[in-house]
Structure formats: structure tokens, C-alpha cells
């Protein structure tokens, strides 16, 4: 299988689902806007937004990119009246992509229960809508995927996070888009992962980058590292990074993005999720949902997640393959695991065995195969404050 | 299990009890606590200060001598670059705090 369907949308790009995305702009509308979805959850429509009442050029960005994110049909902009979110802005950027588009203002429509009863009238229309699109035909070279790891532990690098690499590789051989990220957990691979640089110019771009990650982290005094890592078997940051790095797999890296940022053709690249400058809103991703949200903003369709301690989540707009490290944690939790990573432990399959399963998941999911946290009806989502300078020259493919 | 044949820990591919032996660079050592799956023990004796190898590279450096077969974690390894926060820490600020 080489090929599945999308849904072609203006810009060229093909979603591999038909989500329909409820946004609130503001904590203020959160609840209305949660009301709106949940009747329709199990019937493509997802719950996104944005807490803050202070503008943030970051958010303006994520939301406009994830609102025409090619898995998105359709979206319902939910806005309480006085924040500052520049939803006008938004709807039109929406519109001119062809969507249907529309914004509730809770204060004009008349309160919490008009607005939900409007709100779920035009999602329960804009569905059926939705429901009759066509799809066209998906080179496997038109698919981003996107890679990230949560609940790591010391199996986390041996089993899960190589056969990622394995399945990433295949993807890039075929033409694929890989994102990977995280650079707070890369702090100490930084010389190994530089020689891989596609171009000069770009080994000390992936040096300093690190770099940055680990000045951010120094100044907030914790790395990323959790508790439940040390519990699993990691020791240190340095420990965890080579990890976490093999997921990357062995192609050459075509280039460094940021949040929002969709690379310009296939290959591998490396998402720095650090902000730039002064250390200004906190830590730069409070957990992995803020990450996979960033994922998704680069375009990418699906997330593949490796866990070993067993992270559950999964995300709105784009589905979630979990690759489970551990082969006590694949049996403990099992519902919320998709691929038996940690057999490799125990000498029921090989590394190359389970890349193989990765890979031909990603086209099943790509195809419309749900994935367990898709079934079990997880889509998390989050976003916070931050800010970014655009992108040096070095940086991508010319 | 090593991962790499410069590295001085190598790693459990399984859960063991306290009280079992476990043959590490030719000697046999008894588990004093039970580890779970992936915890390191060291292969052989690792003077403090020395840089701790794994997947082939420095994943930090001892804190104290290290003799082989011994359980290598946060309490005799340190990073190189963070701090390892741990809930005990978190316990620390609690009892100073009440």
C-alpha cells in the first residue's frame, strides 16, 4: 500500500480525517464552546482554543494553522465579545481556505444558552456537509507525520523509540514529511544529531538550538523530566535525550521549524519548540499535548507517540498512534496502545519487525483505521503563551 | 542487556525480585531492592567522577565510587547539564512549608 484517500482542500494539502473544529478564543468561552462539541464528539467535532485575553502573535499563528489544518473541515469560532483574540482576523483567513466558517459572539447571541443552542444548529448542519465531501487520491509522499514521547522510561529508548526511527526512515526513503521535536529533550545529543545536518550551514543552526533548550531549562530550574521518568530507570537528561533521539531514525535532516512553520517539501525535520529570547511565559511546553498541538500546526496528519510508563492521551484534529516501550505497561494498558513495542524486550519481534508495524499502521490510520485513543474518545488539547523570532536563512531546504 | 560495548552499565530487560542474582561482567551480584525493567546496573567498578556510558556516550558522571553490579540511578549519578527533579524534592519543600 503506497496510496490512500483525503480530502483536498484549496491549498493542495489532503486531510486524512474531516474534523470539524469548535475554537474558543478566550477561557471565558471554554464552556459554551465545550457544550457546542459535545453532543457531536463521536461525529468529527473537536474542541480546541485558547485561554488568554492578552494577544499573543504565537497563538494568532497556531490557531490560524491548526483552523486550516488539512484534517479540518469546517470550524465554529467561539468568542465571548471583549478578549482580545482577533477573531475577525481568523474567520476571514478561514473563509478565503473555503471552509464553511462561522463565529458565535456569546454576548451578542444572548448568553450561555442561546449560544449553545445556535452553536450546536450550525454543527449539526455543518457536518452533514461535511459527510458529502469526496476524497481524492494520498501519495504516501504527501503525508507528514510527527513524532513525539511521553511517559518515557528506560525501555522507552531501546524498543519504541528506534522502531519510530525505523518507520520514520521508511516514510522519508518514500518521499514523507517527519517531524520531530522536542529540543529541551535532545540537550546532550546535540554533537552526534549535528553531523546529520543536510547542509553546513545548518549543524550549528541544530547546535545552537540546543543550546537555547538548555538555557530555557537552566533558568526555570527543571529540565524536561519528570518523576515517573526516574521511577522507569532514567537517570539524567543526557540519558533520556538518547532516547528520545533515536526516534529521529538515521535520514539526513533537511532542516529546523517552528511552531506553525509547514516544511516546504519531504524529508526530516527538526521542530524547536523552545521559545526564542528572554524566558518570558514559563516553561516552553507545559506537558506533551502542547507539543503534539505544535505537531499538528507544521501540518502533520497523524502523531506517532511512544510511551513507556503509558501515557493515555491522545489529541483533537489529528490521530494519535501509541507505540508502547514497556511490555508490562502494553499489558496493563492495553485498550490505550496501539503497537507492542517492548515484544523486542522480550524476544517476540525484532526492531525492524516493529518498524515495519509502525509504518503499515500509518498508512491504515492515514486510510481512516481508528486509532485506541481515537476509539476511546481522547482528543486533549492545549495551548499557552509564547513567542517566537522567524527562522534564519540556514535553516530549511533552499 | 549492553547496548553498546563501550558502555560501563548495562541495562534490565526484566523486573527482579530482591534477593535474586544476576551475573553482570562475570561476577554475581545479589539485588538488594527489586528493579524494574530497564534500570542499569553497573558492569563493572566505576571510580566517582567518572563519566557513566550508555547507548555508547556519556549519560552523566558518578557521584560516588561505584562498584560493579551495583544499581546505578539518582542517587550515585549525576547530569552533566539539569538536575534531576524527583518527588522527594517536591516532599522536602512540604516539610520546610508546613
Known amino acids: 500500500m503506497d496510496m490512500t484517500e483525503g480530502y483536498l482542500r484549496s491549498d493542495g494539502r489532503k486531510g486524512i480525517r474531516n474534523t470539524l473544529v469548535v475554537a474558543y478564543l478566550v477561557e471565558c468561552a471554554h464552556h459554551v464552546a465545550r457544550e457546542v462539541a459535545w453532543p457531536f464528539r463521536e461525529q468529527g467535532a473537536h474542541l480546541i482554543g485558547f485561554p488568554g485575553c492578552f494577544p499573543n502573535a504565537y497563538a494568532d499563528r497556531m490557531l490560524h494553522q491548526l483552523c486550516t489544518h488539512p484534517n479540518v473541515g469546517g470550524v465554529l469560532l467561539l468568542s465571548l465579545g471583549c478578549e482580545s483574540f482577533n477573531r475577525r482576523e481568523l474567520e476571514a483567513r478561514v473563509r478565503a481556505s473555503g471552509r464553511p466558517v462561522a463565529t458565535l459572539v456569546i454576548q451578542e447571541a444572548g448568553g450561555t444558552r442561546r449560544s449553545i443552542a445556535e452553536g450546536r444548529n450550525w454543527v449539526e448542519r455543518t457536518l452533514r456537509e461535511l459527510a458529502a465531501q469526496p476524497r481524492s487520491a494520498l501519495p504516501v509522499r504527501e503525508l507528514v507525520v510527527g513524532t513525539i514521547c511521553g511517559g518515557s522510561d528506560a525501555t522507552s529508548g531501546i524498543t519504541a523509540n528506534p522502531a519510530m526511527g525505523r518507520a520514520f526512515d521508511q516514510l522519508v526513503a518514500q518521499g514523507a514529511t517527519a517531524i520531530f521535536e522536542e529540543t529541551g529533550e535532545l540537550i546532550g545529543c546535540e554533537a552526534i544529531m549535528a553531523e546529520r545536518a543536510a547542509r553546513p550551514a545548518l549543524r550549528e543552526e541544530l547546535v545552537a538550538c540546543v543550546a537555547k533548550a538548555a538555557r530555557h531549562y537552566a533558568t526555570l530550574g527543571h529540565g524536561s523530566f519528570a518523576p515517573g521518568n526516574a521511577d522507569g530507570g532514567l537517570t539524567t537528561i543526557e540519558e533520556k535525550s538518547m532516547g528520545a533521539y533515536s526516534k529521529s531514525g538515521q535520514s539526513p535532516i533537511a532542516g529546523i521549524i517552528k511552531p506553525g512553520d509547514v516544511p516546504p517539501r519531504g524529508g526530516l525535520y527538526l521542530l524547536d519548540v523552545v521559545p526564542d529570547g528572554e524566558v518570558r511565559f514559563g516553561f516552553a511546553n507545559i506537558s506533551d499535548n502542547a507539543e503534539i498541538a505544535e505537531l499538528i500546526a507544521c501540518g502533520s496528519h497523524l502523531i506517532l507517540f511512544s510511551t513507556g510508563r503509558g501515557s493515555v492521551v491522545g489529541s483533537a484534529i489529528a490521530p494519535v498512534i501509541k507505540v508502547c516501550a514497556n511490555p508490562e505497561t502494553s499489558r496493563r494498558l492495553s485498550d490505550d496502545m496501539d503497537i507492542d513495542a517492548g515484544r523486542v524486550l522480550e524476544g517476540r519481534g525484532t526492531l525492524e519487525e516493529v518498524g515495519a508495524e509502525v509504518f503499515e499502521r500509518v498508512l491504515r490510520v492515514a486510510a481512516g483505521e481508528r486509532t485506541a485513543s481515537e476509539i476511546l474518545g481522547h482528543q486533549e488539547f492545549i495551548m499557552t503563551y509564547k513567542s517566537f523570532t522567524p527562522l534564519g536563512p540556514a535553516c530549511l531546504p533552499s | ?98
Open chain 2, 1 to 98: 542487556m549492553q547496548l553498546h560495548p563501550q558502555d560501563n552499565v548495562v541495562v534490565l530487560t526484566r523486573t527482579v525480585a530482591a534477593g535474586e542474582r544476576v551475573c553482570v561482567g562475570g561476577v554475581t551480584v545479589m539485588i538488594e531492592r527489586a528493579l524494574a525493567l530497564g534500570h542499569k546496573l553497573a558492569a563493572c567498578d566505576i571510580p566517582a567522577g567518572a563519566p557513566i556510558l550508555k547507548y555508547g556516550v556519556s549519560i552523566g558522571s558518578a557521584a560516588v565510587p561505584i562498584p560493579a553490579g551495583a544499581h546505578v540511578h539518582t542517587h550515585n549519578l549525576r547530569s552533566n547539564y539539569l538536575p534531576t527533579y524527583l518527588h522527594a524534592t517536591q516532599q522536602r519543600y512540604f516539610e520546610e512549608h508546613p
